[in-house]
């Protein structure tokens, strides 16, 4: 599984989401990418993903076929609980 993480700095609910990935970036074996809304503009168009609603949370599978997408601010225990539902 493949995490894509699309965030803005002048966004609140990512700056919360951040501090939430750092709490528990030691407990996810996935692979994660962090893209800058304003400056990522060719993934932001690729993966339609719309500055309303940041931060956008895209799981792919190892095809990368996009598994769910979530958006805005997410609980730690149901982040942690959607990574390990797609590593099975």
């Known amino acids: 599984m493949k995490i894509l993480r699309f965030e803005a700095v002048w966004c609140p609910a990512c700056i919360i989401m951040r501090r939430r990935w750092q709490d528990?970036?030691?407990q996810i074996m996935a692979e994660m990418v962090v893209f800058d809304f304003d400056q990522d503009k060719e993934a932001v168009a690729e993966y339609n993903v719309m500055g309303d609603k940041l931060?956008?949370?895209i799981f792919l599978d190892e095809r990368g076929s996009e598994m769910e997408r979530?958006?805005?601010?997410?609980d730690k225990g149901d982040l942690l609980e959607k990574i390990g539902n797609g590593k099975q």
């Open 24 to 26: 528990i970036s030691d």
């Open 55 to 57: 931060p956008v949370i």
């Open 70 to 74: 979530l958006t805005g601010e997410i």
